[in-house]
């Protein structure tokens, strides 16, 4: 009877972990049918405008992963990458979006938009991967694309996973001419002592920070003391998530160099993007 008892009060608690691990097991079969039948159209890739804080001018973009699902819908991808990454299958959607990327920046070269490079986020285990690299440039090459063109996002936990094999990893990259930036800078254990050690071109401040500026404190202090940290650096830094005129101003009073977010635009899919670049080429021009 008593281990009955002890066997029931840990009932409830196996059967929600049973139906959790069933939850995924479906969801994993759903994403690598999606993989396997080549429904590659299921997934594709918005883009961020990033803006010269002060002029407003598009000056790059973020790409952004995005899945939609027959059975699921669109599933956003803080869930489908820590999932792609436990299966593995990070591997063939990194490429493919490594890819498809490669292939947008070309025709957007092609359109005369020559400086208009495109950050590409990256998770951990494609970024460890030994032939990650040869990966990059080969598909630079297919497109005839500069190695400039490409930024690529790291967060700190990648860096500090192992950070001697990374900065191996991260120097020949910055050897072919690739970019790097930290995103999401300030939420992952602070590296700052490696910081200055890191081949890196851009901070991007994790939009944690940026919300509420101007109004909240402790953020504007930080936000303002990693600004000049990144300038003292050599770094081009860039707020995310900015989303108002007060975190706008804020940023500006603080000399950010470029900022991203609603407020100037949501990501996008590449019809409505390539509006935006063009509006904004003829008011520049
Ligand atoms: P992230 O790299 O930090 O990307 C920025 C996220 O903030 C995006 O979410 C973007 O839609 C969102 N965002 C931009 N501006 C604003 C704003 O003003 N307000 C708010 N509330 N959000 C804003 P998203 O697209 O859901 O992506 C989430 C994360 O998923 C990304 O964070 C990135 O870590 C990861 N991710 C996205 N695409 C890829 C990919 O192709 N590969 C890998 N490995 N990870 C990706
Ligand atoms: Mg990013
Ligand atoms: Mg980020
Ligand atoms: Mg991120």
Known sequence: LNKQATWKKYLPLQTEVQEFQSEINIIEDILRH???????????????????????????????????????GLVSPSELIPLAESTGLIIPIGEWVLQTVCKQIKIWRDAGFTSLPV???????????????????????????PPSCLELELTESMIMQDVNSAIATMNELQSFGVKIAIDDFGTGYSSLMYLKKLPIHTLKIDRYFIQNIGYDHQKSAITKALI?????????????GVETEAELAYLRQHNCDAMQGFLFSRPLGVPEFEKLLFADKHRFK
């Open 34 to 72: 999606a993989l396997n039948d080549g429904e590659l159209q299921q997934f594709y890739v918005q883009y961020q405008p990033i803006v010269d804080i002060n002029s407003g001018k598009i000056i790059g973009a973020e790409s952004l992963l995005r899945w939609h699902s027959p059975q699921l």
């Open 119 to 145: 950050a590409v986020n990256l998770s951990s285990r494609q970024f460890t991967q030994i032939d990650f690299n040869q990966k990059v440039l080969g598909f630079l090459n297919a497109n005839n694309l």
């Open 228 to 240: 000049q940290m990144g300038h003292n650096l050599n770094l081009n830094v860039v707020a995310e």
